[in-house]
């Protein structure tokens, strides 16, 4: 397994909503009660009964992003979606013009964080990854480097406690030149292949065709939708009938595989990025 970054990621003004995407319980309301204004909206996402909450930022951003807007999601334990709170949460990153992704993530537990943060850099979107609850990781004894952790990833690392409104200016300034990740993981040859295959057939995406490729190869129900709303019946049901025939090729499914490979990187950015205590890792969750 083999990844790179590129030092110098190109910088896209891609609209002015800026999405709170996490694992639930790590943060993500009272980081959005830091990053916006007086005025929200709470409403159920189109389609659905799930509750999003959208809010104009705080001066502290609009006074480097004019007129933001910021939409704080549904947690989600990781990609493809299984719960309608989760589908609502890849729904956005499809259907909303979004200037920037922030991932906010519990410092305590790196490698589940991590988990989603490769899966949403892949998508090839401006991304900031939050650490949040740092002084309950420094707690544990846990000590975090995130300058190795921006290296590994291409993606700024900002540690806050949101609770105290710790890290929201570095937040903030990350924001005004958040960056397309450069993060490419090199997966076994026989999933390269099927995703070398697959990506040209996709169509133009909010999300890099790389991404939406692996998200269709691991039957994403989200992807699906998407798909079945941009190509005619005939191209869908060509291009779900060739997965079938990949599919069959492997003998565990492509899903397995691909969590696999990324797991053994992010074990390698973990060692990279932890400081040790004795002779075990202080205040991380092993996954």
Same mark, same amino acid.
């Given at each position: ?111 589940? !964080? ?28 846990? #000590? ?19 609770? +105290? ?45 790389? #991404? ?20 005619? !019946? ?8 060739? +997965? ?17 490979? +990324? ?12 400081? +040790? ?7 991380? #969750?092993?996954?």
């Amino acid at each position: 397994m083999h990844c790179h970054t590129t030092s110098q990621p190109a910088v896209l003004d891609l609209g002015k909503t800026i999405a709170l995407v996490g694992h639930p319980n790590v943060g993500k309301s009272v980081l959005f009660q830091r990053l916006t204004g007086r005025y929200v909206a709470v409403s159920n996402y189109p389609g659905t009964t799930i509750e999003v909450t959208r809010g104009a930022a705080a001066r502290l951003i609009t006074d480097m992003i004019p007129d933001a807007v910021i939409i704080d999601t549904p947690g989600v334990i990781t990609l493809p979606p299984v719960t309608e709170d989760e589908q609502v949460t890849a729904r956005v990153l499809f259907r909303e013009h979004l200037r920037a992704i922030v991932q906010v993530g519990d410092a305590k537990n790196l490698r589940r !964080t991590l988990m989603l943060t490769v899966q949403l850099a892949e998508m090839e979107l401006p991304l900031v990854l939050v650490l949040n609850m740092i002084d309950e990781a420094e707690a544990r004894g846990l #000590a975090l480097n995130p300058s190795l952790l921006r290296d590994a990833l291409g993606v700024p690392a900002i540690p806050t406690i949101a609770t +105290r409104g710790q890290g929201i200016k570095e937040l903030a300034s990350a924001l005004q030149s958040a960056a397309v990740p450069q993060l490419h993981i090199d997966y076994p040859e026989a999933v390269e292949a099927a995703i070398e295959e697959t990506s040209p057939k996709m169509p133009v995406a909010p999300i890099s065709g790389r #991404a939406l490729s692996i998200l269709w190869l691991c039957n994403d129900s989200v992807a699906a939708e998407w798909l079945r709303d941009q190509l005619d !019946t005939a191209q869908y049901q060509a291009l779900e009938a060739r +997965r079938e025939q990949i599919l069959k090729t492997f003998s565990e499914p492509v899903s397995s595989i691909i969590q696999q490979t +990324r797991a053994a990187f992010i074990e390698q950015v973990a060692e990279a990025s932890l400081t +040790r205590s004795g002779n075990r890792w202080q205040g991380v #969750a092993a996954t």
